[in-house]
């Protein structure tokens, strides 16, 4: 079938390729043109603007937006809208939040134009091994796109999750638990790290692959990652958040619901792009008033100054991923 993508980042342009490889008709819109060119080479037809994307559609068409979610969609959405007719068919595959989904499904319902949300993981990977993809909307709206979903993902790889708003409510909480996994990985290879027996971690993450219940692809990642480079040295421990997770413990907050492994791992990455919290620094001066314990003054080397009192700084600031 024909598909409008917009946006060509790292997931919407391998896509772009999955679809042409499965023999879809790709017409391709980016606000840098030569990345639509890039693609075009490859056999979509690139368009320079949105009204030139929208004049190559056959209608009804069918739209997929792979946007930075926020400003980035809203901008697009806004400029693509009066360009769209009746009967057209918008695929939000940003990772945007399920409520602005269900405000733009209703805005867009006035011009007779459906919408969809798809939650898409598989990073940059997707390419070759599939994208897992999670979507809301109409059920005629899905049977609408299924023959796009059916090549987008793996065998099994997509769900109807349910009306507007529940696909990237399910990949919000697949987030979410992405972010306690590799927490609990994270503490674990911390735990090894500074063992007396330090074990090669490659070869640790490579032998729980092999049928162990902790098994995963993560894991799989973990292993690549140690072969590049075993005491992770070019790299800071400064973890961003994308506002998935932030989103999971709101809800989780609002449905009362206990998440205390996903909302510590959220906190934590919080902790990683501070370069001296302050809330530690508290701590530090009350044990030296209330116990006369020693601390480290400002500037001083705090691992040697933490051994000579006895003490060890805690994993979590220590903890502090961007390259150098």
């Known amino acids: 079938m024909q598909i409008g993508l917009i946006g060509l980042g790292r997931m919407g342009m391998n896509m772009g390729r999955r679809w042409l490889k499965g023999g879809h008709e790709v017409v391709a819109y980016n606000r840098t043109f030569a990345k639509t060119q890039e693609l075009g080479k490859e056999g979509a037809k690139p368009a320079q603007t949105l009204k030139d994307f929208v004049a190559e559609l056959k209608t009804p068409r069918v739209v997929w937006l792979m946007l930075p979610a926020g400003q980035t969609t809203e901008e697009h959405l806004e400029e693509l ?7 057209d068919l918008v695929v939000d595959g940003a990772n945007n939040y399920y409520k602005e989904d269900i405000r733009h ?12 949300d ?15 993809t999670m979507v809301g909307g109409e059920p005629s709206s899905f049977m609408r796109i299924e023959p796009l ?36 990985y994270g503490e ?12 090669d971690l490659e070869k640790v993450s490579h032998l729980w692959n092999q049928g162990s219940v902790v098994r995963s692809w993560l894991l799989e990642l973990a292993e690549e990652a140690f072969s590049k480079d075993p005491e992770l040295s070019q790299i800071e421990g400064y973890v961003e958040d994308s506002g998935e997770g932030r989103w999971t413990v709101q809800q989780a907050i609002d449905s009362g619901v206990s998440a205390p492994v996903i909302t510590l791992s959220l906190f934590q990455r919080f902790v ?13 001066a009350l044990r030296n008033e209330f116990g006369g314990h020693a601390v480290v003054k400002s500037g001083e080397n705090k691992r040697s100054s933490a051994a000579g009192a006895g003490g060890v700084r805690p994993a979590a600031a220590a903890a502090h991923v961007k390259p150098r």
Request: charged fraction near 15%; hydrophobic fraction near 40%; include cysteine.
């Open 81 to 87: 809208t009066p360009l769209l007719s009746k009967g």
């Open 105 to 116: 499904a209703a805005e867009l319902k006035t011009k007779g134009i459906d919408f969809m």
């Open 118 to 132: 798809a939650g898409v993981s598989g990073g940059v990977w997707g390419l070759s091994v599939g994208y897992c």
């Open 149 to 184: 979903l059916k090549t987008l993902a793996p065998k099994d790889g997509y769900l109807h999750c349910g009306p507007v708003g529940a696909g990237h409510f399910v990949k919000m909480v697949h987030n979410g638990i992405e972010y306690g996994m590799m927490q609990a």
């Open 188 to 199: 674990g290879f911390e735990i090894l790290q500074a063992s007396p027996y330090k074990p």
């Open 272 to 284: 990683s792009r501070q370069e001296d919290p302050f809330s530690f620094r508290v701590l530090a």
